[in-house]
């Protein structure tokens, strides 16, 4: 499977769902496909940059992770506890996500 093949199968769960997945799936995995679909077609938000836990940023990109509480540039790559700035939708914000629906 190439990266486009993976975003369509995604946006299909969220979409159509013709298959019937997203009413198997938990709040927790909804949002981890989310995420996964966000990484997917924005591998560069990937990165310390787009992370909630930079702090202090200035404006030269350099700030400090408040998980490791090390010095980062906003470049480095994402690590495990990566977490994305902005807040994810909830699950019920998707068109039928938990109830069936005609979408």
Do not use: W
């Not at 787009?50 to 994402?78: H, P, Q, T, W």
């Not at 690590?79 to 998707?94: H, I, M, S």
């Amino acid at each position: 499977m190439n990266r486009l093949e993976a975003i369509e199968t995604i946006k299909e769960i969220f979409e159509t769902d013709c298959i019937g997945i997203r009413n198997t799936l938990s709040d927790e995995q909804i949002l981890a496909l989310y995420m996964a679909l966000s990484a997917l077609e924005n591998p560069e938000s990937m990165s310390c940059g787009f992370c909630k836990n930079l702090v202090a940023e200035d404006m030269c990109g350099y700030g400090r992770c408040e998980k490791y509480g090390i010095s980062v540039y906003c470049d480095n790559e994402a690590c495990y506890y990566y977490e994305q700035r902005y807040e994810l939708k909830k699950a019920d914000d998707f068109h039928g996500i938990n109830e069936c629906s005609d979408y």
